[in-house]
């Protein structure tokens, strides 16, 4: 900057103004061609670095060898020049001069470079340790920042903490206030469980028995009906082979008009041992007698089921017709081998099947049976005439 300054003065320009020689500044081109000469011939001086003109040197007032230049001002101080021109014996100091100057600037450049050095390594240090205090100081006050904060949100964070302390506290008193009710409800309802599984036993076993008792019920409503529905037919029976009489002519008769055996045999088919009759009902079923007939059909009511069963087959081995609506009822017998007897017979003597299955069920045995009425109803009396 100060080069700068003295090269203004030096071309006789204000510093101040010397932005205005440019080419927009408005400034003459001539001088500015000769500014222009003037800078690049221009030296400045090595003693005290002011800028020197070429025209200094051309006119003596200033010396330039080589690098090295001396500018009128120190060239007076050293007594060089005097009036414009050099005293005797000038040339020689001035050679002597510069070169003291050089090893002066030389040494001067070592010294102020060492220096240099030394300042610029007291600067750096002192320039490292303001950093590192201010560093330091930042980081701490950054460090204290961080710590009061934390204290801040730990204190924050504890009494949060003792505030959910207490809120969980509160929370497992009413929990564990509801597990307790919960538990009594349940055991309640345990033994409410208890009581409905006993009841629904107790239930089960009812109904069971009901179903049982029901079952029995139908069972004995049907036997009743069928012994009601036999006991019309014996009726009808015994009126009809009583308007005959005796001498109807059918062959029917009483014990005495058989010989002996067979009469003593007709006597104990009416005996109260039900092991006798069945003895009888043997004896007789190798005795084929249409007289015998009126003497079996009753034996199909028989309380002891072999009667009843042997009763059957005999009437059903002798094809006798009139046993015919006697063995239809005898399909509604409780018993299961008696209703086989009766059914064999059935279409052994009219050759008729309508399907009837012994071991059916009862509706099904139901179903055939109201067949075999509905037949005997229509065509029994041309059956028996035929």
Not at 105 to 122: F, K, M, P
Not at 243 to 256: D, F, I, Q, V, W
Not at 289 to 298: E, T
Request: aromatic share 6%; with cysteine.
């Amino acid at each position: 900057m100060r080069r700068f300054r003295s090269f203004a003065r030096s071309v006789g320009v204000d510093p101040r103004d010397f932005a205005a020689l440019s080419p927009f500044g408005g400034c003459d081109p001539g001088d500015l061609s000769r500014y222009a000469a003037d800078m690049a011939e221009l030296h400045f001086c090595t003693v005290c670095g002011v800028s020197v003109p070429q025209a200094e040197v051309d006119s003596g007032n200033a010396v330039v060898q080589g690098e090295r230049s001396v500018c009128p001002d120190c060239m007076g101080l050293l007594g060089v020049v005097e009036g414009g021109r050099s005293s005797g014996g000038g040339g020689g100091l001035v050679a002597f001069f510069l070169a003291v100057i050089a090893l002066g600037g030389a040494g001067y450049v070592w010294w102020d470079g060492d220096q240099a050095r030394q300042r610029l390594r007291e600067d750096t240090a002192d320039t490292l340790e303001v950093q590192a205090k201010m560093y330091a100081g930042t980081v701490e006050d950054k460090i204290q920042e961080v710590l009061t904060a934390i204290d801040r949100e730990s204190g924050l964070t504890a009494a949060q903490i003792d505030e959910l302390g207490d809120r969980l506290s509160s929370v497992e008193e009413t929990m564990d206030g509801r597990l307790r009710s919960l538990q009594e409800e349940t055991e309640q309802l345990g033994q409410l469980a208890l009581e409905i599984d006993a009841l629904g036993r107790r239930l089960g076993k009812s109904e069971a028995e009901l179903t049982l008792a029901t079952e029995r019920l139908a069972e004995q409503r049907g036997v009743a009906s069928a012994l009601r529905d036999r006991l019309d037919t014996l009726e009808a029976t015994q009126r009809d082979l009583a308007a005959r009489g005796p001498a109807a002519g059918s062959g029917e008769g009483s014990a005495e008009e058989f010989p002996p055996a067979i009469a003593g045999l007709v006597r104990q088919l009416r005996s109260s041992d039900q092991d006798e009759r069945l003895d009888a009902l043997e004896k007789l079923s190798t005795q084929e007698d249409a007289r015998l007939v009126p003497h079996l059909i009753p034996m199909l009511t028989d309380p002891y089921e072999f009667n009843r069963f042997y009763a059957a087959k005999t009437l059903g081995d002798w094809r006798s017709k009139p046993s015919v609506p006697h063995l239809v009822e005898a399909l509604m017998d409780e018993i299961g081998f008696v209703r086989q007897a009766a059914v064999q017979s059935l279409r052994l003597i009219t050759g008729q099947n309508f399907r009837y299955d012994h071991n059916g069920t009862e509706a099904k045995r139901k179903q055939a049976y109201d067949a075999w009425t509905t037949w005997w109803n229509t065509n029994g009396k041309s059956f028996l005439e035929a």
